[in-house]
């Protein structure tokens, strides 16, 4: 079955640094890729999304690129900001169900 | 918007006492899931059901059982709970099942079971 790799956390950055979040994947056919942000206390929000090799998805100043060849699609920001402070899971959907599977969850602090 | 809506929002049980965990979505999605979310371990899927009138299981189904009550409303049952069912729920819809369609949450229940 499919199967989504993120780097552990939690990553803690200063504010208005560059943020990087390494995501792999495995899966059968053409994927959907899909970052996901959970805020403290609440449900998981679609944050961007990619359908084809290439496609970048991007929202709030976050970027992540489809990339076939290395199977991968790391979640980029430039300049983070403390409100980014969250648990951001990458996940995937393929196959004849495309049930997405997420990766176990990155946690992001981010100081003032 | 309400979305995808959980109730209740906490509960706490006592081993062997059953519960049951309502969703209800207003966004005319066919499809609807349940996962569990633990410490280190991610989303895991519990049961979906890809269309009204049609349940599955997924990844960690033991314990567990669900209904698709009509398309807006689908349950989570714990009949006999067990401490290793302490967790968070998560209910969520999408409009299928198909591919490149992001999931929508509930805010989720936190169960506690002692």
């Known amino acids: 079955g499919d199967s989504v790799t993120q780097m552990e956390g939690p990553v803690t950055l200063s504010e208005e640094a560059f943020l990087t979040i390494n995501c792999t994947y495995t899966?059968?056919?053409?994927?959907?890729l899909f970052w996901y942000v959970q805020y403290p206390g609440e449900g998981l929000q679609l944050l961007l999304k990619a359908t084809k090799a290439d496609d970048k998805g991007s929202n709030k100043g976050f970027e992540a690129t489809y990339r076939k060849e290395t199977t991968s699609f790391h979640l980029e920001k430039g300049s983070v900001q403390v409100s980014d402070s969250a648990v951001y899971f990458c996940?995937?959907?393929?196959?004849?169900?495309?049930?997405?599977?997420f990766g176990r969850g990155t946690s992001l602090i981010v100081h003032p | 918007n309400a979305g995808v809506t959980q109730t209740p929002k906490f509960q706490v049980l006592k081993t062997g006492q059953s519960m049951t965990l309502q969703c209800a979505q207003d966004?005319?999605?066919?499809?609807m899931y349940w996962y569990r979310q633990d410490p280190g371990m991610g989303l895991r899927l519990i049961y979906y059901?890809?269309?009204?009138?049609?349940?599955d299981k997924g990844e960690v189904p033991n314990g567990y059982n669900v209904s698709r009550l009509n398309k807006r409303e689908f349950s989570l049952r714990l009949e006999s709970a067990a401490p290793s069912q302490t967790s968070v729920y998560f209910c969520a819809s999408s409009p299928t099942t198909g591919g490149g369609q992001p999931q929508h949450f509930g805010d989720g229940t936190r169960l506690s079971i002692l």
């Open positions: 059901s890809a269309s009204e009138g049609t349940t």
């Open positions: 966004m005319n999605h066919n499809s």
């Open positions: 899966a059968t056919g053409y994927p959907s």
């Open positions: 996940a995937v959907s393929s196959g004849g169900s495309y049930i997405p599977t």
